[in-house]
């Protein structure tokens, strides 16, 4: 067999490497939601959020084991308390806190936002929640109030 | 798959300098454009499957924030590629694979993990099996280009690290060897 290194590209190259890409789409696909994922991670990133921390020292830390788990997010303007609660069909309802009325709060499932406004009390609901991790981007009041994301959680 | 007469580079190209022109939309496509190859490249670079898919992730942000240092569109495929490459190799080296060198290697030194080559043993494809007989190096270079036409070779290639001419114009050493295998081979159905 001689070298055909050097020989340039025909159509049965051309066919073999797409033989190649369609295999490997085969035996090893990328993720189906990748793509929508980074659409998604790149669009969070562009709204310039301020990060929330989680308040670790709180005395409602996280409880493992326990129906209800309340976490405590802060920035410098605001602070969200989340707590979960189970629900009948193995989701959650969720309850939440936050530092003032008329806010609006997004629930953010993977690429799913549910967003809610806060009452008069600062009080949010959301129901019929999966498990699984969860964040949230809280949008203050006010034309230049950065938004605030909150890092990932599980309840 | 198909492999159409559109290059990947050009239309990568377009939308990245409109997306720089202020259209941030462009960015979406772009990123549905070009995600499954760098996820093809980052698997090529031996990485697990999560770790993959935080590589792709954290290459995007990085070209989204150093957007502005691309010199021209048209390398946009060969700098985020070597990003991924690049992200990749580290994430290796942080997990302590066996990498002889301090720093990123020039040349793509990709050691897939053997469940790469099961795989395509367990394909049950002529084509499967005689990817798995070549050299690790080769097999990276053809899972990523094969993403692309003859108008991408050289930036898939050198996203890689791969020296421009490993493949296109010329069939190059690796695809030379598989053609010839697969010639050799009586179960081989040419296409």
Redo the contacts between chains.
Sequence with gaps: ?S???????DD?????????????????P??AR??D???F??SL??LNAELASIERDAGVAVRAHAGTQTVTFSSSALQLMVTGSDENEGTMRIDAWVTGGGVTVELLEGTNSTPAVSDAHGRLVWRGVARGPIRFLIHPPGPDARPVLTPMIEL | ???TAASLTDEAAWLFAEFRAGR?DR??AL??LL??TL??LA?ACGLE?ADA?DV??QS??QL?AHADTVRDPQSVVAWIGTTVRREAWRVRRNQGRSIPVDEPPERADPTPDPG?LA??R??G?T??RH?AALSPKCRAL??V???G??PDYAALAESLGMPVGS???????C??K???A???DPTWS??
Excluded: F, K, N
């Design positions: 067999m070298d055909t290194a050097d020989e340039r590209l049965r190259d051309g066919r073999i490497l797409a033989g190649i890409a369609e295999l490997y789409d085969e035996i090893d990328p993720p990748l793509a994922d980074v659409v991670s790149l990133a562009a | 798959m198909t492999e941030r960015l979406d990123v549905r995600t499954p996820w093809h698997r499957r898919e792709v992730q995007w942000m989204v790469d795989a395509l367990e394909s494809t084509l499967g990817l053809l899972r280009v094969s993403r036409g003859p493949i296109g114009p010329t069939r190059g050493r695809l030379a598989l053609r010839a697969l010639d050799a040419a296409p």
